[in-house]
């Protein structure tokens, strides 16, 4: 079943950085886009970042556009998300998730593959 790892979580104090890693549990990495979906507590799904399956396009949330950047390497089997000038309201679990294809939002109307992982939580504070 298609399913991703998520790592690289922790805790920051705002305006740090993190980079995720979220690395497919069977051979390869499918060929499909990825996005980053986050959810906080009490709030629900958020599309993070999305990036085509060759990597050439990219969309993010208006909320971590100029901060966050989204890649991905197929030879490595896996898709990072650089996270610079962190805030307290992005702290939630982050997940990656295949999906057919990336809209702007992210997510929006997204026709997803696979289950949804363990994720990993990003906590930033003070």
């Known amino acids: 079943q298609l399913q991703f790892v998520e790592s690289g979580g922790g805790l920051v104090q705002p305006g740090g950085s993190l980079r995720l890693s979220c690395a497919a549990s069977?051979?390869?990495?499918?060929?499909?886009?990825i996005a980053w979906v986050r959810q906080a507590p009490g709030k629900e799904r958020e599309g993070v970042s999305c990036?085509?399956?060759?990597?050439?396009?990219?969309t993010y949330a208006d909320s971590v556009k100029g901060r966050f950047t989204i890649s991905r390497d197929n030879a490595k089997k896996a898709v990072y998300l650089q996270m610079n000038s962190l805030k307290r309201e992005d702290t939630a679990v982050y997940y990656c998730?295949?999906?057919?294809?990336?809209?702007?939002?992210?997510?929006?109307?997204?026709?997803?593959?696979?289950?949804w992982g363990q994720g990993t939580q990003v906590t930033v504070s003070s």
């Open positions: 990036i085509s399956s060759s990597g050439s396009s990219t």
């Open positions: 998730r295949a999906l057919l294809r990336c809209n702007n939002p992210p997510i929006q109307g997204a026709i997803f593959l696979g289950s």
């Open positions: 069977g051979s390869t990495l499918p060929s499909s886009a």
